[in-house]
């Protein structure tokens, strides 16, 4: 595992740096059009091919996945950098990024992954994430996509960091932070499977029980790993315990839902990080970890609206996620 921090100002710096970490770790990466450079996931059974991109336009500075190989359903996961509260007037500031936290399995791999992770200041972040399962199961490919663009903005009510209908986190379904197709999802091949491509739904069902038959949940909020992150916590021990994502298709029947087991994404996992700081390294069973804040390390658990109804600020409390290192 490889891991790389650079000095950024800006989201579109992005695209150039994550190409040239890839290519120094082995992956292949098509850096014909610099600004949006195809990166091919190195593993046999696995044939997709993804472009990353960044945009900024107006308060919206946004950073892409997107499937470009004709193998793989038609994709995107996206991140979008936070938007807060002006001291006046009614328009948002988008803070500046600062860093760029990059994570990697080199190639060859037989789960490889790329993870992304954008620092605005000390304590405040956004992710990104490209790799394949874990996988759980005879099926076959296992690509997996997703981003995470924090609390919903311009809305009138505090929004709680556990508020599943205005906050995506990373892997999670139960969310109307962003549209269906923004959402990205699991590559799942199999005869039983009549959905390949399961999404990380973007718009609130209400109850796990109601959730269609093309998705795919285990993120924070889904309620399945929930339980294991409030509990992570090992101070007596000098120690966090690490919770694997665990990714489950969502499989309806009759005013039921049956939850099948899929695997979990490579080099990432949650952390409860009441006893951590935003970019500690840890080591847990001789395995190093960088861990960060979902979005920020806050006791606080609800974000108010500010001017123009904006978040004042953000919190995901003590949410984050570890990210391998070795």
């Not at 037989?110 to 405040?124: D, F, G, K, R």
């Not at 029980?209 to 409030?230: F, I, K, R, W």
Request: charged share 10%; aromatic share 10%; proline share 7%.
């Amino acid at each position: 595992m490889a891991y790389s921090q650079q000095t950024i100002t800006a989201i579109t710096d992005i695209p150039a740096l994550a190409a040239a970490f890839a290519v120094a770790n082995g992956w292949t990466v098509d850096s014909s059009t610099p600004a949006q450079p195809v990166f091919t996931l190195p593993t046999a059974d696995t044939l997709g091919t993804w472009r990353l991109s960044a945009s900024i336009s107006g308060y919206d500075h946004t950073l892409t996945w997107t499937t470009v190989s004709s193998s793989v359903p038609t994709s995107t996961a996206n991140t979008t950098s936070p938007k807060l509260a002006p001291t006046s007037g009614t328009n948002p500031v988008v803070p500046t990024p600062t860093k760029l936290h990059m994570f990697i399995s080199p190639a060859p791999a037989a789960n490889p992954y790329l993870a992304i992770v954008i620092e605005y200041n000390t304590n405040l972040f956004r992710h990104l994430y490209l790799g394949r399962m874990e996988r759980l199961g005879d099926y076959s490919n296992g690509e997996i996509v997703s981003g995470m663009t924090g609390p919903m903005t311009s809305y009138s009510v505090n929004v709680g960091y556990q508020d599943y209908n205005r906050v995506q986190y990373l892997f999670q379904s139960r969310s109307a932070a962003r549209a269906n197709t923004a959402c990205g999802g699991v590559r799942v091949t199999h005869a039983d499977n009549a959905n390949e491509w399961r999404k990380f739904l973007g718009y609130n069902t209400g109850t796990v029980t109601s959730l269609p038959a093309n998705c795919v949940l285990g993120g924070y909020g889904d309620a399945v790993n929930d339980g294991y992150v409030a509990r992570g916590e090992v101070p007596y021990a000098g120690v966090n315990a690490l919770v694997s994502i665990n990714l489950y298709n969502a499989k309806p029947i009759t005013s039921e839902m049956s939850l099948i087991p899929i695997g979990r994404p490579p080099g990432i996992r949650h952390v409860n990080m009441r006893n951590l700081g935003p970019g500690d390294s840890i080591n847990v069973g001789g395995v190093q970890w960088r861990v960060f804040p979902a979005m920020a390390k806050s006791s606080e658990t609800a974000m108010p609206p500010g001017l123009g109804n904006w978040r004042s600020y953000e919190t995901s409390y003590y949410n984050g996620y570890a990210y391998r290192e070795n």
